[in-house]
């Protein structure tokens, strides 16, 4: 079946879905339109609920958005449908400065994660359904060395990737893996909180910013006083962040995290090159330290629907943090190469096993691949 065929028919059982779903009539104060939107975004196996004025409703369903046949929205629109699902500490962040993130819980129907924002001038919505429940590590196709990660006693693990890759699901599936064959003490701090980790073998305590806590720094602080073995950043976002968890992962506490980026390099680039000039060089020797791996994944159409995940894997080691001590970023790739036998992968390499699994098309990795040469030996 062609992708064209598979575009054709989830977009008819989105229609199906919409045709089928009663009418609500907006109401002050009243959730009702955003879970019918909701309940078809679900009901379709899609990810995310676009409410931009200007379009209408839209969802994002195999990595493609489709539009629902109804009328575009206005700003007004977005505010009444979102605003009443937002729990009220995003309620007043929105007053005060436009921006609001929060998570919303449907009976029935499971958890939402919501950003209402601005665009033009005017009130837009991205919304996102998480998961239920925590996946395996092993369910979700990566390379088997990447359950090293979760055998590490400290340092730093950085998790890269583009908006939608998949980052936070590994993260969470980590997690889920200490949990259930070790005994530690997990602190998470999230904004807002997507998986939901039981106790099983571990202790997991969850800080959502806003409700348990007023920001990452103050939060991850606290966490310290905490006696956590691991500690899980949500995202770095600032260099408070980014410096006490440096500290955290460099005095014997696991710290995983996840930051938006393509590849090793950029990864740790993004760490050091969010400080000042002046403190640049200090922060590359700490981060030469703490480090402990560096992954970055993203995803791709798989062969019959679907996403795959391909990644790269750079454990670190003596070499790797040479380079990063001497902002020699660009050698970390040829690290990845020799540091295979400790459980690196290259991005070729992993999209390489991808096609020649039958997973995905040989073009999608091609037009993926940083290093194009190296891709096309390796499918030759």
């Known amino acids: ?45 899609g990810s995310d609920l676009l409410l931009v004025p200007g379009a209408p409703p839209t ?17 007004v629109d977005v505010e009444e449908a979102v605003l ?25 129907l499971g958890r939402f994660r919501i950003n209402l924002h601005h665009e033009r001038g005017r009130a837009a919505a991205a919304i996102r359904a998480l998961p239920t429940r925590v996946p395996l590590l092993s369910a979700l196709g990566l390379p088997p060395s990447v359950a090293l990660l979760a055998e590490l006693r400290r340092g730093l693990v950085l998790v890269g990737g583009p908006t939608g890759s998949g ?19 997990v ?36 966490a310290l006083r ?17 410096r006490i968890a440096l500290a955290a992962a460099e005095t014997g506490h696991l710290v995983l995290s996840t930051v938006h980026t393509t ?23 700490e981060l030469s330290m703490a480090l402990a791996a560096v992954m970055t994944q993203t995803l791709i ?40 036998k400790h459980g690196s992968i290259t991005l070729e390499e992993s999209l390489a096993q991808l096609v020649k699994s039958g997973t995905i098309e040989r073009q999608d990795a091609l037009a993926r691949a940083a290093h194009v040469e190296e891709m096309e030996k390796l499918l030759a």
């Open 84 to 108: 009443p699902a937002l729990p009220p500490h995003a309620r007043r962040m929105y007053r005060q400065s436009l921006i609001a993130d929060g998570s919303f819980r449907v009976q029935g």
């Open 226 to 242: 905490q006696a956590p073995d691991v500690l899980v950043v949500g995202e770095m976002r600032d260099p408070e962040t980014m």
């Open 301 to 340: 159409p798989r062969i019959g629907g679907g996403l795959a995940a391909a990644v790269e894997l750079l454990i670190v080691g003596y070499g790797a943090r040479q380079h990063v001590r001497r902002n020699a970023l660009q050698h970390l790739h040829q690290e990845i190469t020799i540091t295979r």
């Open 167 to 185: 980052k936070t699901t590994t993260l969470a599936a980590l997690v889920h893996e200490i949990n259930r064959h070790e005994a530690r003490h």
């Open 1 to 45: 079946m062609s992708r064209h065929d598979d575009k054709d028919e989830i977009d008819q059982l989105i229609a199906e879905l919409h045709a089928s779903a009663a009418p609500v009539t907006p109401a002050a104060g009243d959730t009702g339109r955003i879970e019918r939107w909701l309940r078809i975004l679900v009901d379709a196996r």
């Open 263 to 285: 590849d090793a390099a950029s990864t740790v680039g993004r760490i050091s090159d969010s400080f000042p000039s002046e403190r640049q060089n200090t922060i590359r020797q």
């Open 59 to 75: 969802l994002r369903v195999e990595n493609r958005v489709r539009p629902l046949a109804e009328g575009p929205l206005d700003g």
């Open 187 to 222: 602190v998470t701090i999230e904004d807002p909180i997507e998986y939901e980790h039981g106790h099983e073998g571990s202790i997991v305590e969850q800080v959502e910013i806003g409700v348990d806590a007023s920001d990452f720094p103050t939060a991850l602080r606290a």
